[in-house]
């Protein structure tokens, strides 16, 4: 059987629930608290997870008791295999996430050894038909884990954010894409480009050019931009497709839970399009109960 395979490190994510944002040098209260495994391929491994698709998470800790925490925690989930490196002498990634009353956060990730990205998916092994996603978690690793499985038959899918970018830069950012079959990138990382490229505007048509940017070598893009939907684009095709109305409860994670959404569809055979459309649904599930869940959706 085909299987998902969802390619990032874990973080122990401390999540803060306040009133509002703080401002400079304000100290806030916070209504609750919580912590457990967070980054970008656990968002998406246990949304795909709570699908029922056959999916792998493959991640990185180190050898502390929050690496061994998360990978328990992971090792829990119903329906999702999970594959780990524990690195000795290594701390676990870790990430301080503050959620207002509207759903809106902000994000402080810790300094992150370089150990766990430079041999992130290494022992990745995949198959004809299987799908393998990953952050932008270290160029040179991404270039060299993608080209191996698309040798063998695996469609990629990047997800691209400006965090990342900060870290690598742009043309780091865009050699990693040509490597990927489908880019995923969001309004912020659209906005950022704009920047740098002198551009203003409708949003839907700046969302076309940097779409068209990226496709250099083929490939298929999805920009999401929040409220305002998704612009899908396969090097023929442009399609908007709206967003579902939701009031969100967090919006840590949407962005990975719709390309959750968008690797199901295509695993079980929908086109870019049909998939991208499945995926906002997903996503505002997400953004709307917190989880994801089959019967809502219809499956």
Same mark, same amino acid.
């Given at each position: 059987m085909t299987r998902i395979h969802c390619l990032s490190t874990v973080d122990l994510d401390r999540v803060f629930e306040v009133d509002h944002l703080p401002a400079h040098d304000e100290k806030l209260f916070a209504s609750a608290f919580h912590e457990g495994a967070g980054g970008q391929g656990v968002f998406v491994a246990r949304a795909l997870a709570a699908l029922g698709a056959p999916v792998t998470y493959h991640g990185s800790v180190g050898d502390d008791? #929050?690496?061994?925490?998360?990978?328990?925690?992971?090792?829990?989930? @119903?329906?999702?295999?999970?594959?780990?490196?524990?690195?000795?002498?290594?701390?676990?990634?870790?990430?301080a996430i503050l959620v207002d009353k509207t759903g809106e956060k902000a994000i402080v990730l810790a300094p992150i050894a370089r150990e766990l990205v430079e041999s992130l998916g290494e022992g990745l092994e995949a /198959?004809?038909?299987?799908?393998?996603?990953?952050?932008?978690?270290? @160029?040179?690793?991404?270039?060299?884990?993608?080209?191996?499985?698309?040798?063998?038959? #695996?469609? &990629?899918?990047?997800?691209?954010e400006i965090t990342g970018i900060g870290i690598?830069?742009?043309?780091?950012?865009? /050699?990693?894409?040509?490597?990927?079959?489908?880019?995923? &990138?969001?309004? @912020?990382?659209?906005?950022a480009w704009s920047k740098r490229e002198g551009l203003a505007g409708d949003r839907l048509d700046r969302a076309a050019r940097f779409a068209a940017a990226i496709a250099v070598s083929g490939q298929r893009v999805c920009v999401t931009l929040g409220a305002e939907g998704v612009l899908v684009a396969d090097g023929v095709r442009l399609e908007h497709v709206p967003a579902v109305p939701v009031k969100p409860q967090n919006t840590t994670g949407a962005g990975d839970t719709f390309l959750a959404g968008l690797a199901f569809g295509l695993h079980r055979g929908d086109d870019l399009f049909a998939a991208a459309r499945f995926a906002t649904r997903v996503a505002a599930d997400f953004l709307g109960h917190g989880k994801v869940d089959r019967d809502r959706l219809g499956l």
């Open positions: 008791l #929050a690496g061994a925490g998360l990978i328990a925690e992971l090792k829990a989930v @119903p329906g999702l295999a999970v594959e780990f490196a524990r690195l000795k002498g290594i701390k676990t990634a870790n990430c /198959a004809g038909g299987d799908i393998v996603t990953a952050n932008f978690f270290d @160029p040179a690793q991404i270039q060299r884990v993608f080209s191996r499985v698309r040798a063998d038959g #695996a469609t &990629t899918i990047l997800d691209m690598f830069g742009w043309e780091a950012a865009f /050699a990693s894409m040509a490597a990927a079959d489908i880019v995923c &990138t969001n309004q @912020p990382t659209l906005d």
